[in-house]
Structures are given as C-alpha cells and as structure tokens.
C-alpha cells in the first residue's frame, strides 16, 4: 500500500506562518516602553481645540468601553514621562480606540489621521484593528508628551465590529527598523506564498525560509533579525520574468454617505487627506489621488492649512485630482442638466484652486454607466475614464479591460476597468498584482495596467506597509514591475495603441444592484421635482434677464448634486441619511419659492389660485388641474402662458365597465385594471390580458445587499395582486376619475386613473401607503404579440434591449433603468409608459412591468415605508418610435407648471424651431458673462433647428459643457448629428 501526504500538513504549516506574522513579528518590531496616562470626555459635536481644556475628561484604562453609539466624539488626552536616556528619533506612539481619529500636536495642528485597515493583510485580526504609529521625536518636550486625539466612532452595525468603542492602548513604543524591515518582507512573501500553487516556482524555498525565521524570532536566536533578513533578502532578489507593468496609485475611496452621513464623511475627508500628507512627506516615490471638489471644499474648510498642502504636493505632481464631477454621483437615476452640472461645479472648483481641469472621468463605484457618459465626459474636458465597479458582474465577464467607450452621438473617451478583485481597494499585496495580471485582457499587445491601493468606502487610504511593500514587490518572483505614477500618465501610454483597443459603444449594464432603480421612492421623487423646479426657475429668470439670485440658485443645485451620491440617491444608505434629505428637500423647494417670489415683485405661487396664469415651461402641454369638484383644462403653448382654462363640474357615476373615447374603446375588470383597450384608429389590441393590475413579490432580498438588490429567483413563487377594496367613478366634461383603493396586508394605494376622451394620454395618479417589509410591487401590462426589443429613454436620447432570455446577458437584464419613457414598437403602433419618477422595469416574457416600490431592510429598515406619491400615463401611439412624438410627450407630462397673478413680460424669449431638438437649460453663465443654452437632438437621426433670438442678444457662440467658448454658431441653420449636444453662449 501507498502512504500518501496528507494535503491538510501543508495547510497547517501555512496557518503557523500567517499566525505568527500577527502574534509575533509585528511585537517585535513595535516594543512597547511605557504606558501613558489617558482621560477622555463623550460629545455629540465636535469640539473645537481651544475648548478640549474646559471639559473635564476621566482617566479610561486598556479594554474598556468608552462608547456605545454610533457617531460620537470621544476626545482623548494622552500624557506621559519620556526617561531621558531614550534616543527619541525611535519612538512611535501607539494608538488604539477601536474608533477612527485625528492626531493633533501640543498647538492644535492637526498631524495624522487613521482609520480602518491602517495594517491591511485582512485576514489576520491583529491587522484590522483601528490603530495609529506615529513618530514622536518632534512631539516631546522636556521629555514629556502632552496630546489629544479626536476619535469619532463611525461603526453603525457594531455587531460586525466588536472593537468598536473600545480603548485598547496609548503606549510609548520603540520601532526597530531591522525588524520592520523584516516585517515587511515577511508580509510580501507570506503572501505571494499564499496565491500561488505548491507546485509553483520558489514555492518550496519560500515556505522553508518563512519556516526559518519564525523559528528564529520563536525560539530567540541571537542576532535573529540579520539572519531572517539575509533569508527574505535572498528570496526577494529572484527577479521576474513578467513582461507586465503595473501604474500603482495610492487612493481613499470616500462615500460621502452611506453607512454614515455627509456630517461624519467631512472628518473622514480630513482624515485621509492628513494620513496622505503624512505619507507624502516620508516616502518621495510616493503618489496620491483624490477625487470629489466636495471633499476639497471640506478640507479647505475645517483646515486650510492642510488644504495649502494638497495644493503644494498637487502642483509637484504627487497628488492627482480624478474626476471632474462634483461628487461621485449616481448615473441611472439623475436628469440630463444635473449631469452637466455635476461636472461645472467640480471642474470649476479644480480651475479656481488647481489652475486647471480634471482630465479622467472617475466613477469607481457606480451601478452601471449610461450611454451618454463618454460624450458628457468629452464635453467637459474628460478625455479618460476609470471604474472599478463592473467585476462585481454576476453572470457574465466584462470582456474589456482597456477599450474606446463611445456614447450616443459618437464621441469617445479611452476607458480602463480596474482588474483587481477588490476594485478601487487595494491593499499592496502580491496576490492583487498577480490578478491583476492574470485578469487584464488585452495582454496579447498591451502589457499593463492601472491599480489603485489603500484602504476606501469609508476613507482611510494607504498605510505605510502598503508604501513599504510596493518596492519589494517590483520584479520580483513573478510579480510584474511597478511604477509608482500617476494615472493621467498610464492613460497617455495607451494612446499610441488606441487603434488596436475593442469599442464598445452605448450603455455598460452592472448584472447587480438592480434594485437601487427603484429603493428610496420618496428620496428619488424630490430629486426629480427639485431638478426640473431647479430648470424652470432658471429660465423664468434668465426670460426676465434677472442673474441676481445666481449665487442662491448655485447653493441649492450644489446641495441637491450632493444628495445624488451614488449610495444615497440610489438607496442604499443609512436612515439617517434620509432623515436629512427628508428635511432638507422642502427647505431648498421652499428657497426656489422664494426667489420666483422676488423676481416676479410678488406676481408667482407655487399652487393655483383662482384667477392666476399657469406657465408652460415644455411644448404644448394641456394641464389639469383639481379646484374642489371641478376640473380646469389648461391649454398651454409652447413655453408659454394662460389663464384661459376650461372648468368642469364633477357628477357621479354608479359604475362604468367600457369606455368609449375618441381614439380607444376600454374595458374595465372587476379588479379595476384594464381587460381590454383597443385602439380606434389601427385596430390594435394592446394588452394580452389585465394591464395596470398590481402584482406582489416576496422579495426577502440580498443578506449582503438588500436594500441593492433584486435576487433573479424573486418571479419564481405564486402569483398574489393587491386586492381592489372600493373604485368611484366621477365624470368632468370629457374627463373621467377613477378612484380606486387598493390593500395587500396592512398597506395600500390609492389609484387615481384620469382619461380626457380627447386625448391618447391615460394619467396615473398614486398615493402608496406601504407597511410591510420585504416586498417588491410592480404593475403589469401583459403586451399582446410583444416586440423583440423595448426601447427606454435615458439621459440626452434612447437605446434598445432584448426583451427576449435566450441567452444568459438577456436572462441578465431582467430589471433596467429608464429615464422618462418606455417604448415598445410594432408596425403601425406603439405603446408606451410615461414614468419620470418609477424608473425601474421589466419587459421580458410579453410583460412590461413597472417597479412602484422595494420595501426592504438593510442598511435601513422598513424601507419605503411612509406615503409618497407619483404618477405614471399610458400613451398607445399608432406610429413607431422613430416616427412618433413619444419625446416630446412624455417631457410634456414630466414637466410641471409655475402659476402667476398677472401675464409675464419676458424679454429673453425664444423659439426652437424643430420639436425634436430639447432644451436642456437657459441660465445665466457661470462666469456671469451672458446666458447659456443646452438644447441636443432627441433622435437617433440627423436632425436641423433654428433659433430666434430676440435682439438683445449681439453674439452666440459654441461653448463645451464647461462654458469655454470652441467655435462659432449660425443660429440660423444648427446641425445635430443624432443625439448630439450642444450648448451655446450667447451674450
């Protein structure tokens, strides 16, 4: 018989070698000396420096608790006796308070921050403790140290983190280099020993020599740490034979909200940016990133020393500015100017305080990429663009790592996709270079890649072993070579090989995160109210020629861009990020009121009064509105006004089974939804079965991402509706009301259908008032003989998807995005869904369904869970898309009305001479020089306008999204190629 190895031998003597990294090595390299006297006080708020003597602070010893609830400060007061026969120059304070913090001198200056990860190998416990080494040579005085550090503890779900709110040490520590440095090696070693198989090159040699110097430190040998280097110090100069190259920059991704609130992410800001600096200054090869002017606006705020720095180490090249966006923002939830905005707000900010633009697009952590991304990118001066996001696919491989991304109207930008498994968080650790290698996909011709490092999510950024590991990592074994650069210099050297990359063009779909079209309704409804308040106000002023309230208007679309974070606008965030939102949505509304208030002398208000106007601020729109039992049938001109409004009193009607109206004939189920609707003109049946009927899913949701994600199994249980409690039907004139109430459990809706027998547009009013948790709510259109794709509209144009499962990206796509509308086409008619604020949808299977509501749980709980309101329409149209008015329908009904006492008296007004051609904004400049136009071609065709302007105006000219000026227009005669933007000065 054969003896065989036992393969778990091998795993234990790899456990033994990673046991002792955390246990042994790093207490020899950090010898504690002396223990230092600690008090501490709690406060709510931070506390000013000047103030921290005034509150009276008790003494806490190691391992006690000193917090329990999220988001505190605790300030701690560290004091100590040097003995003087100390060398100073090999002292480090060790800081442990299970809480993230600042580390201010004697003066109030603050020094270093830290956070999770400051020791990043993951896996051993030791490592992920919230901990700070920090040199004290200039700190002590008489040898005494006398400091404070801020802790503010940012741990929400503290059962994931059981050392939150515990002081573990404040000690004196003696760093001895010879083992640091030993330290390091080790990490780099044990790691790569860990990633690669046992019968790889060196793997033997590695495994015996890490074997060997924890026999060493374990058993005392003398002079062990000379003898442990010589064995790391040979292993380390095996060179590689890789041909690869791999540009390393340090980051700290930063969510401004998400399991904290904007508050917290300010401290986090400075935190990172100090521990930057820190590291700036002790290693020249050292390169950082940093992307959102919000956080610089904060860092410049709450500490303009450090905020000098960042413009120093910027200006040496050694701090990059990545993206020019504002804020990271969501991508599929936001409207078309807020886009724009987003990138004029931040790149202006780098230009004011920079000299010059962010030229890469940085979006690391977003849901998904709309297809007009590269062209809005190109437009503002962005020339590249990097995510990380897109490997947390779940069914398919994206097949890219390097590629020209094209959006809509043919612009592109050169793209790269982060190929570490941890995205846009690295920890400087061979296993992620190796990935990062074996993943890129074009290494056939391009043999390199971009990789980001240091802790993020929360803030935290690189450590000091990450620094120390990159040059012990550079070609050796089989790793691939390092620069230390910036990205701005990888993207330059794969312009010589732009030629070869693959295109792609139009949308990038995540296989995840599919919920977040459709959690946090009520938050996503007022940004869309704000953001289209925010457009019309901006050209009733500019119409009156008024740029006085310029700076207010500027502070309500910063903060409404800043709720529109990629984990707060999506609905991924915390309840008390929404408890902000909450207050803060009608305080901004309540700010635009105010302003129309004052530039009209008193003549708007935000709701009708009998006798007022009723402003249009969209083509031809009929509007209607509710006074008392009565209808008023506004007939509105393009951009225009009246006060002539048609009135209906209402009248009861017991019961109505079919309707007949001027273009269809209906027929109502006893459930209140559609049995039937044919179309007069075409003959058309639309739907298969009920339509508008309101399915319920049980959706237990993701353990890991619930409030994310829509699990693909959630179709497979049976099928339960909302239960039709009570409809009333009243007739106005040519409008019918149905008022239907709806339950399920202990919630409700509350349906208003409103048809005008003249119109093709069948309104959809709800009132949801939802109660019970974990829970997905779509209504459904069954379409008879459904096509094979479904058209959307999305930000600056459409594009198409499957509505078939054939193959598993179409099996994939099972909920999407739109923007506005959802399009299916036949031959000789269309039918369509009007939705500006229920953005989530599905059309697969011959159904079309519309997500009204998510309600689940984590990270806040009972989601969705207090009354919000919205509205959808129906719009069964007898041509096809290309041929149709679906665009210009479904802006009509998503644009609302302003009213006024008495008739305007614009003196800017002007007409766009095609309807297919939108006009985005009318503003005045940002550099207050003239007035803006955005307008862009909301066809996938070529597309000729004009425009009359009134005399006012001397000269129009092309400018790029940022408002620079690029070239001359005749307003006569505009060309669009399809979907084209274009955005003009005018003074």
Not at 527 to 549: A, C, M, P
Not at 687 to 715: H, M, Q, T
Not at 934 to 943: D, E, G, L, M
Request: proline residues 4%; glycine residues 6%; contains cysteine.
């Amino acid at each position: 018989m054969e003896w065989k190895r036992n393969p778990a031998y091998l795993e234990r003597r790899k456990m033994l070698i990673r046991h002792f990294l955390g246990q042994s090595l790093l207490k020899n390299a950090f010898e504690e000396i002396l223990q230092l006297d600690v008090a501490y006080f709690l406060s709510q708020e931070e506390v000013p420096f000047g103030k921290l003597k005034y509150h009276f602070a008790k003494r806490i010893r190691e391992n006690e608790k000193w917090n329990g609830v999220p988001f505190r400060y605790g300030y701690f007061h560290l004091k100590g006796r040097i003995p003087p026969e100390i060398d100073p120059s090999s002292l480090y304070l060790h800081f442990e308070a299970g809480a993230e913090g600042i580390l201010f001198d004697s003066q109030g200056h603050p020094l270093k921050g830290f956070s999770t990860g400051n020791y990043s190998l993951e896996d051993e416990k030791n490592y992920a403790t919230l901990k700070c080494h920090y040199p004290l040579k200039e700190l002590i005085a008489n040898d005494r140290i006398d400091l404070w550090v801020e802790c503010q503890d940012n741990i929400y779900f503290r059962s994931h983190f059981p050392q939150a709110g515990f002081f573990h040490k404040a000690s004196v520590v003696i760093a001895h280099q010879n083992d640091l440095s030993v330290l390091y090696d080790y990490e780099v070693l044990s790691n790569y020993l860990f990633s690669i198989s046992s019968d790889a090159p060196y793997f033997n040699d590695i495994l015996l020599g890490l074997e060997k110097i924890r026999d060493l430190y374990l058993f005392s040998f003398d002079k062990k740490e000379k003898e442990a280097k010589k064995i790391t110090s040979s292993l380390l100069s095996l060179i590689s034979k890789s041909e690869f190259t791999i540009t390393c920059l340090g980051h700290s991704h930063l969510d401004l909200a998400w399991l904290w609130g904007f508050k917290e992410s300010k401290k986090k800001a400075l935190r990172s940016i100090l521990n930057a600096v820190y590291l700036l200054e002790r290693y020249p090869s050292f390169h950082y990133s940093i992307s959102e002017a919000w956080q610089l606006e904060q860092i410049k705020e709450l500490s303009p020393e450090t905020f000098s720095l960042v413009q120093r180490y910027e200006k040496e090249g050694r701090i990059e500015l990545l993206g020019g966006a504002y804020v990271e923002n969501d991508l599929n939830n936001v409207g078309e100017e807020a886009l724009y905005r987003q990138m004029l707000y931040g790149q202006h900010f780098y230009r004011d305080y920079f000299g010059h633009d962010a030229q890469i697009g940085f979006y690391p952590d977003d849901f998904g990429f709309i297809p007009a991304l590269p062209s809005i990118l190109k437009d503002t001066r962005q020339r590249y663009f990097y995510s990380a996001k897109i490997r947390m696919n779940e069914q398919s491989v994206f097949p890219y790592s390097s590629f020209v991304y094209e959006g809509l109207d043919g612009q592109s930008v050169l793209a790269h996709f982060s190929q570490n498994p941890y995205g846009y968080n690295g920890y400087a650790l061979p296993k992620e270079l190796m990935d990062t290698e074996r993943n890129s996909k074009e290494k056939s011709f391009l043999k390199n890649a971009l990789y980001l490092f240091g802790c993020g999510d929360g803030g935290g950024g690189p450590s000091e072993d990450m620094l120390e590991r990159l040059p012990r990592m550079n070609r050796r074994l089989s790793l691939p070579a390092i620069k230390e650069e910036s990205a701005l210099s990888f993207f330059q050297s794969l312009e010589p090989y732009q030629s070869s990359l693959p295109h792609l063009k139009g949308e990038i779909y995540l296989e995840n995160h599919r919920g977040t079209f459709s959690s946090q309704a009520k938050n996503k409804i007022w940004n869309r109210y704000l953001e289209e308040k925010l457009r019309q106000t901006e050209i009733y002023l500019s119409e009156l020629n008024i740029k006085d309230f310029a700076k207010e208007i500027d502070g309500i679309w910063k903060e409404t861009l800043l709720y529109q974070f990629h984990d707060v606008l999506p609905g991924s965030s915390i309840k008390e990020v929404y408890q902000l939102t909450d207050k803060r949505y009608p305080i901004l509304d309540e700010m635009l009121d105010e302003i129309l208030e004052k530039a009209s002398n008193k003549n708007y208000s935000p709701i009708y009064k009998k006798g007022y106007y009723a402003r249009n601020f969209s083509l031809k729109k009929t509007h209607y509105e509710k006074w008392g039992n009565s209808y008023l049938i506004f007939s509105l001109p393009d951009y225009g006004e009246s006060k002539e409004a048609e009135r209906y009193k209402g009248r009861s009607i017991s019961s109505l089974e079919t309707l007949d109206t001027k273009y269809f004939h209906i027929v109502f189920a006893s459930d209140g939804s559609f049995s039937s609707l044919k179309d007069k003109e075409t003959g058309e049946e639309y739907f298969s079965s009920e339509a508008n009927r309101f399915r319920v899913f049980y959706e237990p949701g993701d353990p890991k991402y619930a409030n994310w994600n829509i699990l693909e199994n959630y179709r497979n249980q049976p099928e339960k509706y909302m239960a039709l409690e009570k409809r009333t039907v009243k007739r106005y004139g040519p409008l019918y009301e149905f008022n239907d109430v709806y339950s399920f459990r202990k919630s409700h809706l509350y349906q208003t259908i409103l048809i005008d027998e003249n119109s093709r547009i069948i309104r959809v009013h709800h009132k949801m008032d939802w109660k019970d948790d974990d829970y997905l709510l779509k209504a459904l259109f069954p379409i008879k003989d459904m096509p094979e794709e479904v058209f959307s509209d999305t930000q600056f144009g459409y594009h198409a998807h499957s509505t078939k499962n054939d193959s598993f990206m179409e099996k994939a796509q099972y909920e999407l995005c739109s923007y506005k509308w959802i399009e299916l086409s036949k031959e000789r008619s269309g039918f369509a869904l009007f939705s500006p604020v229920r953005n989530g949808f599905y059309a697969k299977e011959g159904n079309l369904e519309l997500t009204l509501l998510k309600s689940n749980s984590y990270p806040m709980e009972h989601m969705d869970q207090k009354p919000y309101e919205y509205d959808y329409a129906l719009y069964p149209h007898k041509e096809r898309l290309e041929n149709s008015d679906v665009d210009e329908k479904a802006n009509s009904f998503a644009s609302s009305v302003f009213f006024f006492k008495e008739k305007g008296n614009p003196k800017n007004t002007f007409l766009i001479s095609n309807p297919h051609i939108v006009l985005s904004c009318f503003k005045p400049s940002y550099e207050g020089k003239g007035f803006v136009i955005r307008i862009y071609n909301s066809t996938n065709a070529p597309q000729k306008c004009s425009i009359n302007l009134p005399a006012c105006f001397g000269k129009a000219c092309l400018c790029n999204g940022l408002e620079d000026e690029v070239g001359d227009v005749n307003l006569n005669e505009i060309d669009f190629k399809a979907f084209e933007i274009k955005t003009i000065l005018l003074s």
